[in-house]
Every structure is written in C-alpha cells, then in structure tokens.
C-alpha cells in the first residue's frame, strides 16, 4: 500500500500556519483516500503515489480567495479536494461538497463523519439539476473539464455578487475568450487571475475569478 505523508511545509507556505489539530485531520483524510482506494476509485491510480499534490493544490486557493465570506460550494468535489482540506484549513467556513458520483458522495460522506467535519455538507446531484435549489458566495471548480462547457451550469450556482473560482492549467489562455463570452452571457465577468507555483512541485495552477453582478 502506499504511504501517505503530509507536505505540510508546503500546505503552509500557500495558506498559512497549519495547527497540530489540523495536521492530523489533514492527515487522517490522505489516509482514508487511500484506504477507500482499495475498492473504489476516489482518485486516479497514478495519482496515490503523488497525493500530496492534491493537498498543496487545493490549500493554493487559500492564498486567492478569502472562504470565510460566505457558504462555499465544492463542485465535482470528487475526492474532496478542494472543498475538504479547505473545511480544515478555514474551519470558520462552511463547505458543501457537490459530486454526480453516487460512489463519491460515499466516501464523502465517511470523511465527514470521521473526521468530525460540522462545517461540511455534502449533496449528490448534478449542477444543472442544482440551479434554483442552492447559491453559494463561493464557488470552487478544480477538475470540471472544459471550462466552455460547465462554466455557465458553474456560474448559476453563485450567489449574486459573489465568485466563481475555477483552477486552470497552462493551457488557460486557449480558453479564456471563450469563457468570457460564456461569463457575459450568464451576467459574470473575469475579475483577477494568478498563477501560483506550487513549492515543492514542477508546477503551477492559474486561478481565474469570476464576478456574478449584482
């Protein structure tokens, strides 16, 4: 089985201090990803071994976007990431994790009640079924696929005047007019973008918000 150890150096250097509380809940979720990985697949195969890049990662929006705000939403939370180690990270905040994946909302569900997560909730259902039902001040997008695709469900599951935080790769810039258009017509635009070398890791993460108008 691989082992699992928290880049906890590099979690703090993106998103501040990391308690000992945190450390170990932290923990607790790498290890309950792999475990869960013996029957199912929360994450793929070629990642086990590379884990702690998904923590770095997700703790990366923290030096973005302020969660504490308002409700934040996970969607195609999948593993839980960002949505969980965010929960950790920003207990004072309130996470809901959204995944189609009947599998997923599974282990989502045991991570919460494991881990004592109070600020999490998790729901099962697709974005476009979600509309009407649930708003959130922040929204997270990390593994959705083709942002002209899911950029206009995405952006209908945000509050007015709040954000829509999508994580990009280096091939952001093919897309961006494209997810301008989209934003536009949804009544968002593009506020900010940064990209964040992830330390300790070969490579970055470009976060593009989105501002739902008032």
């Known amino acids: 089985m691989v082992d699992f150890s928290l880049p906890r150096e590099s979690i703090e250097t993106v998103a501040g201090p990391v308690s000992e509380e945190q450390a170990v809940l932290l923990t607790a979720y790498g ?17 086990l071994g590379s884990l702690g890049e998904h923590f770095v990662d997700s703790a990366a929006l923290l030096s973005f ?36 994946r009947r599998s997923k909302i599974v282990f989502l569900k045991d991570v919460k009640r494991r881990l004592g997560l ?34 206009a ?26 997810a301008r258009a989209v934003a536009a017509q949804e ?8 990209t964040i070398a992830l330390p300790g890791l070969s490579r970055a993460t470009t976060f593009v918000a989105f501002h739902v108008k008032q």
Not at 120 to 144: K, S
Not at 155 to 174: M, N, Q, S, T, Y
Not at 187 to 194: D, F, K, N, P, S
């Open 65 to 100: 976007a302020d969660p504490c705000q308002g409700n934040v939403g996970d969607l195609g939370s999948g593993a839980g990431f960002p949505g969980v180690v965010v929960a950790i990270m920003r207990p004072e905040a309130s996470v809901t994790l959204v995944d189609s």
């Open 118 to 151: 109070e600020n999490v909730t998790v729901v099962h259902g697709r974005l476009e079924e979600l509309r009407g039902h649930m708003q959130f001040g922040l929204v997270a997008a990390r593994a959705l696929g083709s942002t002209k695709v899911v950029l």
């Open 153 to 178: 469900s995405c952006l209908r599951l945000v509050a007015p005047g709040g954000e829509l935080v999508l994580f990009k790769g280096p091939l952001w810039r093919d897309e961006m007019e494209g």
């Open 31 to 47: 290890q309950a990803i792999l475990r869960a990985s013996r029957e199912i697949n929360v994450v793929s195969r070629r990642s």
């Open 187 to 194: 009544g968002a635009e593009i506020v900010r973008t940064r």
